[in-house]
């Protein structure tokens, strides 16, 4: 299995990125694609969810309105717009794999099959 996520980068405040997580050795009916995010000296937290069989999403509450995930299956690739950044959403971001019956319950780092390398966003104020 392998999780390889990039489009990290610097960025002002209010500004965009679009981060993409290349799957492979999971199927799109096993497993749902999720992102968790980690900021220095704070725990993990789920940020978003997608199901792959249907298309269904989740966010954090923190996200809500500001991310979107979206899929493209021929590519095997999940994407993560994120608009209206705060600094608040500074952290390192990792592509998981989460068994899809589990994906409404994605924010439990528990639940997570597989992990990604995370890339680094860092939103300046």
């Known amino acids: 299995v392998q999780l390889q996520a990039c489009g990290g980068g610097l960025v002002q405040a209010g500004g965009s990125l679009r981060l993409s997580c290349a799957a492979s050795?999971?199927?799109?009916?096993?497993?749902?694609i999720g992102w968790f995010r980690q900021a220095p000296g704070k725990e993990r937290e789920g940020v978003s969810c997608i199901r792959r069989t249907d298309g269904t999403t989740y966010y954090a509450d923190s996200v809500k309105g500001r991310f979107t995930v979206s899929s493209d299956k021929a590519k095997n690739t999940v994407y993560l717009q994120m608009d209206s950044l705060k600094s608040e959403d500074t952290a390192v971001y990792y592509c998981?794999?989460?068994?899809?019956?589990?994906?409404?319950?994605?924010?439990?780092?528990?639940?997570?099959?597989?992990w990604g390398k995370g890339t680094q966003v860092t939103v300046s104020s």
């Open positions: 050795g999971v199927t799109s009916d096993d497993y749902a």
């Open positions: 998981v794999a989460i068994p899809t019956h589990y994906s409404a319950e994605f924010y439990y780092p528990n639940l997570v099959d597989f």
